[in-house]
């Protein structure tokens, strides 16, 4: 509103002129109303970015909140004041995210940004201990549950020729992945150079996933998060527009298709 406003400040002052009840703005309203324009702009692009459904957003939280605060800290001139309380707003409605485990791991397993945000060595090492954690834990989760030892029959004798043999096999069945191969996997994908924030990464991955399956499966799981409601109160309004008072006996089912049709094409 307020840059509709100011791109029609020449035919706003001309009409009020012609109105003596209506007092028009001053010169120094008007360089207000243009600095708080300036100020007020990055909320707006973040929000843009934050709502889109099309590429994943979990990720992207760490980059834009800390590039947005140096983006209003480094900022000089005109409202200094109003950017330092929004600097402080952000921080107490977000905290320190870098201490969040899933949105360092996500930051991570997205190949536009691995440890570029993490401008701190403890940050990065912590971001990249997040994730061998991550990795672990799904290795651990896929990890076949140990079978039951069998039974001695009672035609079987209390030492048979194959108990060593079956000692041998517990001893080696199953042994998981070391953490040195875990560690070996991700740093692998962190030297790897990032692509540009404007490529998807859902796509790098599907060309990439045998080269670190492990990681992959945490990226699969943690960027399909999105980052805000829109995209779920999106969805809603669509619905609305299909389930309607001349519509209101549609079948579940049918329902859903047409939804999803309406999203996906």
Known sequence: ??????????????????????????????????????????????????????????????PVVDGLKDLLRSTTGGLDVLRDVFVRLV????GDGFADPELCAATVVDPRFKTAPF???DRR????????????????????????????TASSSVMSIWSKLDRNISATAAPGRSRESIQHELDLFVAEPTIHRD??????WAAN??????????????????????????????AGDVITKKRNRLDPTKADRVIFLMENL
Do not use: H
């Open 1 to 62: 509103m307020l840059e509709r406003l100011l791109e029609q400040q020449k035919a706003v002052t001309l009409v009020l002129a012609g109105v003596p009840t209506v007092k028009n703005l001053s010169a120094q309203q008007w360089s207000t109303a243009a600095d708080l324009t300036a100020t007020l702009r990055p909320f707006m692009d973040v929000t843009t970015l934050m709502s889109g459904a099309a590429y994943p957003t979990v990720s992207m939280i760490l």
């Open 91 to 94: 921080d107490e409605r977000f």
């Open 119 to 121: 401008d701190d060595q």
């Open 125 to 152: 090492q912590r971001a990249l201990s997040y994730t061998v954690q991550a990795m672990e834990e799904t290795v651990a989760a896929d990890a076949p549950s140990p079978s039951p030892s069998p039974q001695p």
């Open 199 to 204: 490529q998807c990464p859902l796509q790098w």
């Open 209 to 238: 996933q045998k080269s670190y399956p492990l990681v992959a499966e945490i990226a699969r799981r943690l960027l399909a998060i999105p980052a805000t409601s829109v995209p779920s109160e999106r969805l809603f309004s669509k």
